[in-house]
């Protein structure tokens, strides 16, 4: 699904404040499964995960999406492919404020120029998946967390991306809505959806349905294990 | 009631059409209504030979623009400076520039 | 179709942005409506006044010949009429008494004016509609009234009550809101001008083209004279308000000009939260195009907005109300000040000219700034 190779990421290059983020990063991440990056603060998980999610670009290195070299395409074009390809849901959700759940989760497909009906069906069909439709036009300050958070996830999966991204998805939440978080990833994976996820939380690596656990450190992959 | 804001700024901008639309009625209106006073100022102008509106009536050459000379507004002194405040939004009238009989 | 959905989306996104910073954006479209308005304004009176000069002194004199003594405008000998009468071209001349009476108790200076008709009645007068009177020091400026005896103090000191037979009407305010119109003999008894003198001396032209070669003769026939055509007279008015003239234009480009330093500086200021917003978008998959695009609907709604509004109210301001808040600076140290129900005109271009002049730079200050936001990177929303 996608490749890396010899991915490099440095922030802000030349200055004094050099940081070598990633170094030397080859990994392939298979579709239909779902990989979890997992290190310590520091390690290099976010960035990692930006650029698999071609949100960022590597300093060195090759990136392939579906075996489709993107390193070097101009914005205009990776955004499209970004926003048709790669679902995300944030660590702090990202929701916007002041306006309704249902615009929220229609957001992320307004520059396509699709027909407002369609598009809407399409978001009103994914809230009630996540039994939210009643509260579709409500605003998102009103929502409780785990109402948030499924917002954040139909969000990420109004453009029918084949992949999904989260980053430390379960860190504000509770036991009970974690293992909630974990079975729609469940649900996602059987719909055919690859998934990635950055996570520290034993609740996410140490849960069954999870294909494959990257270890990261100091901006290096360790052990790309596989859990069979 | 509206579906989407953009409907609001549709909206606005009909009405906005609408209010310039009702302006340039008034306009045509109020112009063909005041046609017969117009022709009637016309005449007094003609029999009085007027040459000049009374708009601002502060001093000779802000009453009587086309008819004064350089002098005019530096009445006392050619020197003496500017001092009436019409005199300002006032404009010089061209043909202090040129004269027509050079 | 697509394109135009687009942008409907985004429009929608804008004014629910600009709904949730709706205290900044109402102070700030509150200004700019006052702007458009002050603006406005100026230009529907300026337009609506140049028209009415034009079309009402197209009736003056083709020519009016004055005659200088010591570089000032002094008395006209009569019998220069005579010479210039000879011209050929020249219709008709006739010459002109009129100057300026100050009252010194109501304070105000009228423009006394000889009308022939009231020759054979001497000892009535016509006065504008915007004549007033004081009785007595300290008491009101009053309107004067047919049959009332108005006081005059002659050039010698003693007194002429005249007494006033008409009033010119109101409609006319504009063009004789300040004339009396006096006799021949209370010309002469009010002002010592020589018998044989006149103010100056109007010609009446067939062919205006000939106006040229006319004033060219009187000139050397009388070299102490000056002719002014009615072509100059036109275009004095023309230029009345032109905007190379003074006070205007300076005050109408440091009007635009201070606001769109307001808007930059409150407009365009991006709080935290907007540009919170910001890198949400990029990262849920906006571009920095469609960024940049929220901003030019931001400025373009804010802006029609404001100038429908403000023209609305300034069109009301001016036609409606008499132009009343520019009566301060207009009056000066005027006594007499017409009251301005001047006829409507708009001049669709000027307008459009001011649609253009307030929309692009607001438009442009509003996107300008926000490029930095708006080139921000996708991931950093996942960084901070």
Known sequence: MIRLQDIRKVF????????????????????????????????????????????????????????????????????????????????????????????????????????????????????????????????????????????????????????????????????????????????????????????????????????????????????????? | MFQRKSDILAAYLFLGILALGLIFTDVAMRQHLDAPVLKQRREIVRVLALTDLALFTEARYTRHPSMADRNTPFQDHPLSLEHFPSGSILALPPHLNTTATQ | ?????????????????????????????????????????????????????????????????????????????????????????????????????????????????????????????????????????????????????????????????LKVKGILPLTSELEAADLILVSEKDYRTLFAVNNDHATDLVLRVRNTKELTTIATKIVQLHPDTRPVSREEILRTYEAIFDWRGGLIIVTMAGVLFAFIILAWDKATGLSAEEKREIGVLKAIGWETADILLMKFWEGVSVSILAFILGVFLAYLHVFVGSALLFEPVLKGWSVLYPDFRLTPHVDAYQLATLFFLTVIPYTVVTIIPSWRSATIDPDSVMRT
Not at chain 1, 32 to 53: A, D, H, R
Not at chain 1, 102 to 130: C, I, W
């Open chain 1, 12 to 228: 802000n290059a030349g200055k004094a404040n050099e940081f070598v983020a990633i170094d030397q990063v080859n990994l392939a991440i298979d579709s239909e499964m779902i990989t979890v990056l997992k290190g310590p603060s520091g390690s290099g998980k976010t960035t990692m995960l930006s650029i698999l999610g071609c949100m960022a670009r590597p300093t060195a290195g090759r990136i392939m999406l579906r075996e489709r070299e993107i390193t070097s395409l101009p914005e205009r074009f990776l955004t499209g492919i970004r926003r048709a390809t790669f679902g995300f849901i944030f660590q702090q959700l990202n929701l916007i404020k002041g306006i309704s759940a249902l615009e929220n989760v229609m957001l992320p497909a307004y520059p396509d120029g699709e027909k407002r009906s369609l598009l809407q069906k399409r978001a009103t069909d994914l809230l009630t998946l996540f039994n939210l439709a009643h509260k579709a036009s409500a605003k998102i300050e009103w929502l409780s967390g785990g109402e948030m958070q499924r917002v954040a996830i139909a969000r990420a999966l109004i453009n029918s991306p084949a992949v999904i991204v989260a980053d430390e998805p379960t860190a504000h939440l509770d036991t009970k809505l974690s293992m909630e978080f974990m079975e729609i990833m469940q649900q996602l994976k059987r719909e055919g959806k690859t998934i990635l996820i950055a996570s520290h939380d034993p609740i996410v690596h140490e849960s069954s349905i999870i294909d494959r656990i990257v270890d990261m450190r100091d901006g290096r992959v360790v052990s790309p294990e596989i859990r069979s």
């Open chain 3, 1 to 161: 179709m697509g394109a135009f959905e687009k942008q409907r989306n985004i429009v929608d996104f804008t004014l629910s942005s600009l709904g949730r910073r709706k205290g900044k954006i109402i102070s700030l479209g509150t200004v700019y409506t006052f702007v458009i308005f002050l603006l406005a304004s100026v230009l529907f009176f300026t337009q609506a006044i140049k028209r009415e000069a034009a079309l009402l002194l197209q009736e003056a004199p083709e020519m009016t010949v004055q005659r200088l003594e010591a570089g000032r405008q002094g008395s006209i000998p009569k019998h220069y009429g005579d010479s210039i009468a000879a011209i050929r071209g020249v219709q008709s001349v006739r010459p002109r008494l009129w100057g300026y009476y100050y009252d010194s108790l109501s304070e105000a200076t009228f423009t006394i004016m000889v009308n022939d008709e009231l020759n054979e009645k001497p000892g009535e007068i016509i006065i504008g509609s915007a004549v007033k009177v004081r009785s007595a020091a300290g008491a009101e400026n009053r309107v004067v009234r047919i049959n009332d005896t108005f006081p005059f103090k002659t050039y010698d000191g003693s007194a002429l009550l």
